[in-house]
Nanobody
């Protein structure tokens, strides 16, 4: 059993920054591929950033250069640093994980690849 707890959401002004954090328990964190998935009304579920168990990162084009995903295997945590935030970034953000043996760019950027999800944390970008 894998348990994920995400946190750090809140209200931020356009152009501002915010850091989301996710803590994992119940399984060795170093063996998981991790991602941040967001869902906004009318937008569906989309993987915005992912990082493999070996540290390879992937980003959705809309956030590349603005968001940075990182992991700390000594603390069993994954983070998402969001900068230059835009109103269209407003969404519920979920930490997600996968223990799949096969993990490439196609799998990394597909939300259905991740069986383990956190409870979600809301991010609102507004003036």
């Amino acid at each position: 059993q894998v348990q994920l707890v995400d946190s750090g959401g809140g209200l931020v002004q356009p152009g501002g920054s915010l850091r989301l954090s996710c803590a994992a328990s119940g399984r060795a964190f170093s063996g998981l591929h991790m991602a941040w998935i967001r869902q906004a009304p009318g937008k569906g579920r989309e993987v915005v950033a992912a990082i493999s168990s070996s540290g390879v990162t992937y980003y959705r084009d809309a956030v590349k250069g603005r968001f940075t995903i990182s992991r700390d295997n000594t603390k069993n945590t994954v983070s998402l640093l969001m900068s230059s935030l835009k109103p269209e970034d407003t969404a519920a953000y979920y930490c997600a994980g996968s223990s799949a043996s096969v993990y490439d760019v196609l799998a990394a950027m597909e939300f259905s690849s991740y069986p383990y999800w956190g409870q979600g944390t809301h991010v609102t970008v507004s003036s």
